[in-house]
């Protein structure tokens, strides 16, 4: 029934390697290369939908798909195979559907560049890599599509090879995302060592972890240090503290590439592992409540560095970052479909962010050059007024704004408030958590409408002789930009949560929780006992936290359309008056420079030591020094081969008397 699954990942891989052998020499047109690349992604997502309403009609939810066996070492099975299943059917959607979107907004953004052939190249083996992860039917096949998303993403973030600083960006994310692999593979090893040394069961396999997760004991010692190993890998994919440094720094490559690896791709992979595993993590309480202090803190501390960035990228970066921490509070508190809820609605309105931003860039762009002028076209503070200029991207991008915020009806107002209600309500939750969780959504409405404000409304501030010349984008830009902010009004619609479902006697089910429930159903269940608890204590309870977290939302717009459009003057005092506290946050409260000054410089002076002190003055200089002793040897020596035979002779007479003299002295 799911036999031709395995052609999923495979077709962007085909797209990936025409591209790349063909491309320079033979395919040469920009129509071709990118009509391949986008279209083995939409034929992607063509079978993925096909599959995923089947598996809508089918009463059997988990599919398992051997394609090939793999390696047979001792007891150690594994395959290459598949698992379908509502959560892997979903992300295939997902992926595949908001990738194709990306891939054809490239084909206009990336018009006129010399690596044209390349960057699809790269971009359809980034989706390939990320389909074999979420379809990983084991942990090996996932580790594979794990490591593959990181080596594309360290292409694409360096795609721009000739720039200093897109070079280090893609070195700082690959170093980064190898501390956490590190993490996910001791983990893997100490789980498949532990089950099957213990218990008896050598497996990777996800459903026989899943079966088996229980003989490892819920709360013991083994499955919490497996399970944070586990959360140690999915911080580094998924930009958590500590390991989000990379993720602001990816904004150096091509901006097709930032919204694929924060909306559909990389970013998710940490949070769609822990869904995988939601088994296993629901058996750590300790793992749990770190997770969800870990994503909490997050969520709050990248959204204050949002505050006071200029260029319009890293500000959507950081906020990646502080929807990524709402996303790891859910996994905490055991809404697990929360989690991966909001994950699906940030793929929408985050991608669309992107892509608009990107229209903007290209917009700004474009007038610069007519101008002739050298000025930053991602400086917010460069731009306002372009509501009039390109119609087409403000709408999309203030209805995704809108969306990323919370205000009701839209689609993260549904999964923001599962989050919350869940980090209140929950076994795990707190009122601490769901506090920390509301004022950063407070402060996502604020500097997102700070964004909005700075680039489309108010005075122009281009130059005037660039101002007259910011194009609409083409078609091909702006065409995906409405597709994604249609999805990113009406996604949230799938996960209306039962309190509002049921108003006015309207009884509208929560689609994706009942589509999720084979999956998640056991993990939540002990965590859902107290929402039951909570939502039968009182709905006023329910209501006034959705309320309340509503009110925080409207309070962070009207301030930024305070600061920013009715009295634009009141951020230069501000700024002037917390001068210190402004420059901190300017300077992302200068975790960068602390990194570097307790671990990368410190291993720069180590490696420097074992280059210059170790390696040169002991190993080379054993090294030379044998060749040194070798050679004076060789140079006394030489004057003993003189080729006169009557030297030979003497040298023969000495050796016998000496041999004489050993015989009748010794």
């Avoid at 594309?152 to 893609?170: F, H, N, V």
């Avoid at 049921?502 to 929780?513: A, K, S």
């Avoid at 939502?535 to 209501?543: D, G, I, Q, R």
């Amino acid at each position: 029934m799911y036999d031709k699954l395995w052609l999923i990942p495979l077709l962007p891989l085909f797209g990936a390697i025409i591209n790349g052998l063909l491309g320079k020499r033979f395919l040469k047109s920009e129509k071709v290369i990118g009509g391949i690349a986008t279209g083995v992604m939409l034929l992607s997502f063509l079978l993925s939908s096909k599959y995923f309403f089947q598996l809508l009609a089918d009463e059997v939810k988990v599919h398992e798909q051997i394609v090939a066996s793999w390696m047979s070492v001792g007891n150690l099975q594994v395959n290459w195979e598949f698992l379908f299943d509502p959560l892997s059917a979903l992300m295939i959607m997902v992926v595949t559907g908001v990738g194709t979107l990306i891939h054809l907004y490239s084909i206009g953004y990336m018009h006129g560049e010399a690596g044209f052939y390349r960057f699809f190249s790269y971009l359809n083996l980034f989706c390939f890599a990320m389909l074999m992860l979420v379809l990983g039917g084991n942990a090996l096949v996932m580790f594979i599509g794990w490591e593959g998303v990181g080596l594309c993403s360290y292409l694409l973030i360096g795609y721009y090879m000739e720039k200093k600083s897109a070079g280090d960006a893609a070195k700082k994310a690959f170093v980064v995302n190898r501390v956490g692999d590190f993490g996910f593979l001791l983990g893997l090893m100490t789980l498949f060592w532990t089950l099957g040394s213990e218990h008896g069961v050598w497996t990777t396999n996800f459903v026989k972890i899943g079966e088996n997760a229980h003989l490892l004991g819920t709360g013991s010692v083994v499955v919490t240090v497996i399970t944070l190993c586990f959360f140690l890998g999915a911080t580094g994919k998924s930009a958590q503290i500590p390991l989000y440094t990379w993720l602001p720094d990816a904004m150096e490559g091509p901006t097709p590439v930032s919204a694929l690896i924060h909306a559909a791709t990389m970013v998710t992979a940490g949070v769609y592992m822990i869904g995988r595993m939601s088994g296993l993590f629901a058996m750590a309480p300790t793992t749990m409540m770190v997770i969800a202090i870990i994503g909490a803190a997050t969520a709050l501390f990248a959204a204050t560095i949002g505050f006071a960035q200029n260029d319009i990228k890293r500000v959507l970066a950081y906020s990646t970052v502080s929807q990524l921490g709402y996303m790891f509070l859910a996994m905490g508190v055991g809404a697990f479909t929360g989690g991966i809820f909001h994950l699906m609605t940030h793929a929408f309105f985050k991608a669309c962010l992107f892509l608009g931003s990107g229209s903007v860039i290209h917009g700004m762009h474009h007038a610069y050059h007519h101008a002739h002028l050298h000025d930053d076209p991602q400086d917010m503070r460069n731009m306002g007024g372009l509501k009039s200029k390109m119609p087409i991207t403000y709408w999309t991008f203030l209805l995704s704004t809108i969306a990323i915020t919370g205000v009701p009806l839209f689609s993260a107002f549904f999964s923001k408030d599962e989050i919350l209600w869940w980090a209140a309500s929950s076994t795990r939750g707190s009122l601490w958590l769901w506090g920390v969780g509301a004022i950063a959504a407070g402060m996502t409405a604020f500097y997102m409408f700070r964004l909005v404000a700075m680039t489309f409304w108010g005075k122009q501030k281009t130059d005037a002789r660039a101002k007259d010349h910011i194009p609409e984008s083409p078609w091909v830009i702006t065409l995906p930009l409405v597709i994604l902010a249609a999805l990113a009004v009406v996604g949230g619609y799938v996960g209306v949560p039962h309190v509002l479902g049921n108003i006015g006697g309207l009884h509208i089910p929560n689609y994706l929780e009942h589509f999720l429930d084979p999956v998640f159903g056991p993990a939540q269940e002990t965590y859902r006992i107290a929402i039951k608890e909570a939502m039968a204590h009182s709905l006023l309870w329910e209501f006034g936290l959705m309320g309340a977290s509503v009110a925080v939302g409207f309070l962070g717009i009207g301030v930024a359309i305070w600061f920013y459009i009715k009295s634009p003057e009141l951020p230069g005092k501000f700024t002037s008056k917390f001068s210190g506290l402004h420059k901190a946050v300017y300077n992302k409260w200068y975790i960068d420079e602390l990194y570097d000054f307790l671990f990368v410089n410190p291993i720069k002076r180590c490696g420097l030591f074992f280059w210059k002190g170790f390696d040169v003055c002991i190993v080379d200089g054993v090294v030379n020094g044998v060749g040194r002793v070798t050679t004076l040897v060789s140079s006394g020596l030489r004057y003993t081969q003189t080729g006169l035979t009557q030297h030979y002779a003497m040298w023969m007479v000495i050796g016998v008397v000496m041999i004489v003299g050993f015989y009748i002295f010794g």
